[in-house]
């Protein structure tokens, strides 16, 4: 819960880790991808104020101490969602699993919600992973990384049929969120690594599974805002948005948060700190003091303090079924969109200056 | 024996003579070649790490990239971009451009250096060369220049519904500008004067009316896009190499936007 000019905000963390990226989850002879992809992620922490950067050594391994610390004490969240990135062909037990997110969340019951995740190249026994991961964990959410390396293969499309099969399988067992995360090694090479209409398809074709497409899709934030425009279970995860641009870049955070607002809209925008990449607490309070800095951006819609508690909290509580006390709920009776906006075009009651 | 480039205190050696070129030269021949994505030269986004040439004439350059995991589509272009200039800078005899601290160097400098292509160098990983990657992003650039010629104009007063009706020759000149007809040309689409100033970047059919508001939103949303992704590489890039300055290497001033 975060507190400002009278105002309390409920705050889910739609998007956080707590990996083992430290030489003792290496894999042999893949030490180079291991290690390059935790300082790949540590020079994103350098986007943050430098009084919250840490050591690589501290950033490859952090405590369950220091997580909730940093998450819950310090960092105001009162839900937190994790969101598994196994990656095993270069981290032996995985670098953020289901089953070690959920070994340690045990001892803090109702702070965090499980997702977990699946890999259509798995074939059958991947089916009945997931199977087991939803009974056990309670998943609700999937996480998934089309980019990731598997037994040759660089990467996989969500429009593949393996994909769609995998798809009603999770819809089956009651998975609602496919959290989607892109990345630069997705075969094959020749094409755009980062295209997001593959989610276009699927959104399409499973209209009752909510798409929150991570990091806006960057670094292909147009082609994501001109498919989540059109989508109504397409949704914004501002992870790396506001860590990586508010506070290194203040006037590309206005314009990207201007743009989303325009086309996605504040009620399929969600807050995820990305944790351990950043830490929530300057985020939050950065959010919540955060207005467009000066009047070139009038063409934009403009925020006010529904608008950030949509974001921070509200929308991704409905995504999540999380019960949010009346204190939190917007005053003037007004409901988060979740869900509830589906049809209408994001930017239907804007006018563009254009 | 070698001479190396310090940012622009070298010069470019005497102007068409015979011998190696000096580095300034070779760098010269550099700005020329543009991360595709991001449409900008790899000089002012700091990516050149070293420029060095022999007294034979053998030009060594190395690049840098702002993270270990850059897609390896644009690293090959840029390495294989960067080949073709310094190797056609008058002077030199032989050209060796080395991408460094990339998990696919070694597929990227050797399928640049043996002329391999892209598909050759990642054996089985590709089906294709990178012509319609390259087309997709130069369309990406043209949507992005037409926010950036139009937003003064209609800054100056033009009235919107008059842009249609505008043709290139009708804008008053800038770098803008011409940026915005030199990507316009290398895609084939009309770039002269006559030319409509909006176009669709696919058919270079001119844009109608009716979807004026729609194709000023692209443009402003896809520059939006590029700038803030630019914005994110060159953070990543002075992390990385602790702020040590690329050769011709250009910070990013935010009120330039």
């Given at each position: 819960m975060y507190e400002k000019d009278g105002e309390k905000y409920f705050v889910v963390d739609s998007h956080m880790h707590y990996w083992n990226a430290a030489?003792?989850?290496?894999?042999?002879?893949?030490?180079?991808?291991a290690k390059g992809w935790i300082e790949c992620f540590?020079?994103?922490?350098?986007?943050?104020?430098?009084?919250?950067?840490?050591?690589?050594?501290?950033?490859?391994?952090?405590?369950?101490?220091?997580?909730?610390?940093?998450?819950?004490?310090?960092?105001?969240?009162?839900?937190?969602?994790?969101?598994?990135?196994?990656?095993?062909?270069?981290?032996?037990?995985?670098?953020?699993?289901?089953?070690?997110?959920?070994?340690m969340g045990k001892r803090h019951p109702g702070k965090f919600i499980y997702n977990t995740r699946f890999d259509p190249r798995d074939g059958d026994p991947g089916l009945e992973e997931l199977k087991k991961n939803v009974e056990t964990y309670g998943s609700k959410g999937v996480k998934l990384y089309t980019a990731e390396w598997n037994n040759g293969s660089r990467g996989y499309k969500l429009s593949d049929p393996g994909a769609y099969r995998f798809l009603e399988a999770a819809q089956n067992l009651g998975i609602k969120?496919?959290?989607?995360?892109?990345?630069?090694?997705?075969?094959?090479?020749?094409?755009?690594?980062?295209?997001?209409?593959?989610?276009?398809?699927?959104?399409?074709?499973?209209?009752?599974?909510?798409?929150?497409?991570?990091?806006?899709?960057?670094?292909?934030?147009?082609?994501?805002?001109?498919?989540?425009?059109?989508?109504?279970?397409?949704?914004?995860?501002?992870?790396?948005?506001?860590?990586?641009?508010?506070?290194?870049?203040p006037k590309f955070f206005a314009r990207v948060m201007g743009e989303l607002l325009f086309w996605v809209g504040e009620d399929k925008m969600t807050f995820g700190s990305d944790y351990g990449i950043w830490e929530p607490k300057w985020q939050i309070e950065g959010f919540v003091d955060w207005d467009y800095p000066s009047d070139e951006f009038s063409d934009f819609p403009r925020v006010n303090t529904d608008t950030k508690k949509k974001i921070l909290g509200l929308n991704a509580a409905k995504l999540y079924d999380i019960e949010v006390p009346a204190e939190f709920q917007l005053k003037n009776g007004g409901t988060p969109g979740a869900q509830e906006v589906l049809g209408q075009p994001a930017d239907a009651h804007v006018a563009t200056g254009a | 024996m070698t001479v190396s480039a310090t940012s622009g205190s070298r010069s470019a050696g005497p102007g068409g003579a015979a011998g190696p070129p000096g580095p300034a030269r070779v760098l010269a021949a550099l700005e020329t070649v543009r991360d595709p994505e991001l449409d900008e030269p790899v000089t002012s986004l700091g990516f050149v790490a070293s420029c060095t040439v022999t007294p034979d004439g053998d030009a060594q350059v190395r690049?840098?990239?702002?993270?270990?995991?850059?897609?390896?589509?644009?690293?090959?272009?840029?390495?294989?971009?960067?080949?073709?200039?310094?190797?056609?800078?008058?002077?030199?005899?032989?050209?060796?451009?080395?991408?460094?601290?990339?998990?696919a160097s070694d597929a990227i400098n050797g399928g640049v250096a043996a002329r391999a292509g892209f598909a050759q160098s990642f054996d089985g990983e590709a089906v294709g060369e990178l012509h319609e990657l390259r087309a997709d992003f130069l369309r990406k650039a043209v949507m992005a220049g037409t926010d950036q010629v139009c937003r003064p104009l209609l800054a100056a007063g033009t009235d919107p519904a008059s842009l249609p009706g505008m043709t290139l020759g009708e804008v008053p000149p800038s770098a803008a500008l011409q940026r915005l007809r030199e990507r316009r040309a290398e895609l084939g689409l009309p770039a002269g004067d006559d030319a409509w100033l909006l176009i669709d970047p696919k058919t270079g059919e001119p844009v109608r009316p009716d979807s004026l508001r729609m194709h000023l939103g692209r443009a402003r949303l896809t520059r939006t896009s590029l700038e803030a992704n630019g914005s994110i590489c060159r953070g990543m890039l002075e992390h990385r190499y602790d702020n040590t300055a690329g050769l011709g290497h250009k910070p990013q001033a935010e009120e330039d936007q």
């Open positions: 030489p003792d989850n290496w894999v042999k002879g893949a030490e180079q991808y540590h020079a994103y922490q350098g986007l943050g104020p430098p009084e919250t950067h840490w050591s690589i050594e501290h950033f490859q391994k952090y405590s369950e101490d220091d997580l909730m610390k940093d998450v819950f004490e310090d960092g105001y969240v009162d839900v937190a969602v994790f969101q598994p990135t196994y990656l095993k062909e270069w981290y032996s037990e995985g670098f953020n699993t289901t089953e070690r997110n959920a070994e969120n496919i959290h989607v995360h892109k990345g630069p090694t997705i075969w094959p090479l020749d094409k755009d690594a980062f295209d997001v209409s593959d989610i276009d398809h699927c959104a399409t074709d499973f209209p009752d599974l909510n798409f929150i497409v991570e990091h806006v899709g960057l670094p292909r934030i147009e082609d994501f805002c001109f498919m989540a425009t059109q989508e109504p279970n397409v949704y914004a995860g501002l992870s790396v948005v506001i860590g990586g641009l508010m506070y290194a870049r | 690049l840098r990239l702002p993270t270990y995991f850059c897609a390896p589509n644009f690293a090959f272009l840029m390495v294989a971009d960067a080949y073709d200039a310094v190797s056609a800078t008058p002077g030199v005899r032989r050209a060796e451009i080395v991408l460094e601290d990339h998990f």
